[in-house]
């Protein structure tokens, strides 16, 4: 596990990302997939898109629903497959808050039970919103934990969302 969260932090920590119009139209079109009812929250998309555009970060093939048998129409499930038995949510913390969200924990349940997810990664990024041609993006690894354990720290807040407070989290400062 030690080298997991070494490694995971070290890509997070070392990735940066000029602002483009590539990143702002990419985040645009995201925005318009019926899954974001706020446009704001589609910007905690950056370092996912960023990443992989930058082959630091992969994602599975895109899953088929095991009732019907069809793939679904995107790949949901999980924002990084780290490995064949590894496979990442990263959840953005709000610079003003202590928490990470989890939302939708159905789903996250089910993807957990599929073997699409199996961690929780927080992190934060130095601009939240309103990006500018030009600006340098740049993210910190907080800390990760299995799936089960992050929703069982969690708070309740609503039906279906949760909220992680990252001192929960394990980091590199931490001895595992």
Not at 59 to 66: M, Q
Request: hydrophobic share 35%; proline share 3%.
């Amino acid at each position: 596990m030690k080298d997991l969260i070494k490694n995971i932090a070290d890509t997070i920590n070392n990735h940066t990302y000029v602002v483009d119009e590539w990143l702002l139209n990419r985040l645009d079109e995201e925005a318009k997939k019926p899954a974001y009812k706020v446009r704001e929250n589609v910007d905690a998309l950056a370092l996912e898109f960023t990443a992989q555009r930058a082959g630091k970060m992969k994602v599975d093939k895109i899953a088929t629903n095991p009732e019907t048998g069809e793939e679904e129409d995107y790949q949901w499930r999980h924002d990084w497959m780290y490995d064949e038995n590894t496979f990442i949510d990263l959840k953005r913390k709000p610079i003003k808050w202590p928490n990470i969200c989890l939302n939708d924990i159905p789903k996250m349940i089910e993807s957990y039970e599929r073997k699409q997810l199996t961690h929780i990664v927080g992190y934060t990024q130095n601009i939240e919103h309103d990006y500018k041609i030009g600006q340098i993006l740049e993210f910190e690894f907080k800390g990760i934990l299995p799936f089960r354990e992050a929703v069982n720290l969690s708070e309740r807040k609503g039906d279906t969302w949760r909220v992680l407070n990252v001192d929960y989290l394990q980091n590199t400062k931490l001895k595992v």
